[in-house]
């Protein structure tokens, strides 16, 4: 028994250390002058603004200045930017343009290539609600969804949303305990927090072979991946997709431009894949991503070395293929 308490008083005794020692809450923001960010993700919809109003009113995303580098050669006048909430308010931007099309059949969790987007929520069941209120669908089969950490959703559009509890990135007692409030709040079904910070996550990539399209963004941000190596499969992934007999292997890597902890792109690889793939430019739904750069002819070279294909080249913007078909855009700061 003394033992036991000698152990239990020392982890403790760490624990507060380490919670004096480590600057609290983490805030979440860009690196300044960065050489190469994040921007973007493209959206072409049949009904911008309706799209803009769901953002707006469910995940406080705010009307931004509109830049000709994400319009795709549409007139200005017709683009719809939104800046997605936290990050001081330097937070990933999406662009939103009109398309003449329709979604060519229902998105899926397991299609090919930009397949969902991710918000964090101190507040799930909060969130969902105002989701649902604001013409958002629920597909993940949870008895009770008022008790989950995570769901993924659809906007009016029908573009899949994936939405859960803040994880403990990085690493530290702030965002352990804040993680812990999140995940007890919920399952308890016990009042929220005061204040609830959500924030875009990732964008997620589907592909056939996750291990080399990470090898591809790997060069291209010159970064590691992140966490562990998801291993999903069973029950739980099963109800949160919706999708009977799914396993999913894969791994997140950090976008550039953002500290510790900022943006990702989940790159995942599923059992089966449904028959979409990769979307063009004029198609609807998430089309592209897009990243400015300080030296633009430099990053071109470097993206076509490491495998991607140019498609079109205009002012100071480049558009590119990765080697999976999925189109990204790179504009000169």
């Not at 029908?158 to 690493?171: A, D």
């Not at 739980?236 to 943006?263: A, M, N, S, V, W």
């Amino acid at each position: 028994m003394k033992k036991f308490l000698i152990v239990l008083f020392s982890i403790l005794f760490f624990i507060i250390i380490w919670w004096i020692l480590t600057p609290s809450p983490h805030e979440y923001k860009r690196i300044p002058n960065s050489e190469f960010s994040f921007e973007t993700v493209i959206f072409r919809s049949p009904d911008p603004k309706r799209l803009s109003d769901f953002y707006t009113n469910v995940f406080k995303a705010k009307e931004t200045e509109k830049k000709s580098d994400w319009a795709l050669g549409d007139p200005l006048s017709s683009v719809i930017s939104l800046r997605t909430p936290d990050y001081q308010e330097e937070g990933p931007i999406f662009t939103i343009l009109k398309s003449e099309k329709s979604n060519h059949g229902t998105s899926a969790a397991n299609d090919l290539g930009y397949a969902h987007i991710c918000f964090e929520t101190d507040n799930v069941p909060g969130l969902i609600q105002t989701f649902l209120k604001n013409g958002g669908s629920i597909d993940s089969v949870f008895e009770d969804l008022q008790k989950v950490p995570a769901i993924y959703g659809r906007d009016p559009d029908g573009n899949i949303i994936e939405i859960h509890i803040p994880f403990p990135t990085p690493l530290s007692p702030s965002t352990i305990f804040r993680s812990l409030n999140s995940l007890v709040r919920t399952h308890f079904k016990l009042d929220p927090p005061a204040i609830d910070k959500i924030r875009f996550l990732h964008v997620n990539i589907n592909t056939k072979d996750w291990t080399k399209t990470l090898s591809f963004y790997s060069k291209i941000f010159e970064t590691s991946s992140t966490g562990f190596e998801r291993d999903y499969k069973g029950d739980f992934i099963e109800k949160l997709t919706g999708i009977q007999g799914i396993e999913i292997k894969g791994r997140h890597l950090p976008l550039p431009g953002y500290d510790e902890g900022g943006p990702t792109v989940e790159i995942f690889t599923y059992n089966n894949f449904s028959e979409k793939g990769p979307l063009e430019k004029s198609d609807a739904g998430k089309i592209a991503v897009g990243f400015l750069t300080s030296d633009l002819r430099s990053a071109a070279n470097k993206i076509l070395q490491d495998g991607g294909i140019l498609t079109e080249e205009y002012n100071n913007t480049i558009m590119f293929k990765d080697p999976d078909g999925n189109l990204i855009l790179v504009s000169q700061k």
